[in-house]
T-cell receptor
Framework: KAGVTQTPRYLIKTRGQQVTLSCSPI?????VSWYQQTPGQGLQFLFE???????NKGNFPGRFSGRQFSNSRSEMNVSTLELGDSALYLC???????????FGQGTRLTVV | QKEVEQNSGPLSVPEGAIASLNCTYS??????FFWYRQYSGKSPELIMS????GDKEDGRFTAQLNKASQYVSLLIRDSQPSDSATYLC???????????FGQGTTLQVKP
């Protein structure tokens, strides 16, 4: 079984731009969650989608948004990028609600 | 108070010793608990999940859960240099896909 696939692996963007990250979950998994990891804040929950519906949302500004498609693939978007958005963005997929989450390789976003 | 707390370390143990990693959580209603390992520059990988009070063993790893004390621990027996990594404790407070992570404990196993 293929694992969680995130694209792209690396991104460099300029302040003020927007970015879209993609995540393909493990086949059969309907829950997709997104996390931001920085050295100072650690792993922080952004949001979770289950069957195309946002089920949970973390404490991030509205510039961070996401969606899930009918095939469970998910995208997250960050608008009006700030330097502080530089981070590793991780996607995780789960089969059930008990939260056994498997992570993708992540997208390393650098905002300059 | 942080929702999930871990000692950031580093925790240094000699090869072959037992490494003990600890985690406390604040949401008393939490039902699912996980330990992830993260090597530098890599993504977290699941080591153990535990849902009931007591011990759960898998190879050299033992997870321990005490819901009354809101405490989760991970023991690594016969520690190897390849175990050197950051260990993340995660709690699922609501049986959905949301996980709350601790800051992680850095483990160094010295040959």
């Amino acid at each position: 079984k293929a694992g969680v696939t995130q694209t792209p692996r690396y991104l460099i963007k300029t302040r003020g731009q927007q970015v879209t990250l993609s995540c393909s979950p493990i086949s059969g998994h309907r829950s997709v969650s997104w996390y931001q990891q920085t050295p100072g804040q650690g792993l922080q929950f952004l949001f979770e989608y289950f069957s195309e519906t946002q089920r949970n949302k973390g404490n991030f500004p509205g510039r961070f948004s996401g969606r899930q498609f009918s095939n469970s693939r998910s995208e997250m978007n960050v608008s009006t990028l700030e330097l502080g958005d530089s981070a590793l963005y991780l996607c995780a997929s789960s089969f059930d609600t008990r939260g056994i989450a498997f992570f993708g390789q992540g997208t390393r976003l650098t905002v300059v | 108070q942080k929702e999930v707390e871990q000692n950031s370390g580093p925790l240094s143990v000699p090869e072959g010793a037992i490494a003990s990693l600890n985690c406390t959580y604040s949401d008393r209603g939490s039902q699912s608990f996980f330990w992830y390992r993260q090597y530098s520059g890599k993504s977290p990988e699941l080591i153990m999940s535990i849902y009931s009070n007591g011990d759960k063993e898998d190879g050299r790893f033992t997870a321990q859960l005490n819901k009354a004390s809101q405490y989760v621990s991970l023991l690594i027996r016969d520690s190897q240099p390849s175990d050197s990594a950051t260990y993340l404790c995660a709690v699922n407070p609501s049986n959905t896909g949301k996980l709350i992570f601790g800051q992680g404990t850095t483990l160094q196993v010295k040959p």
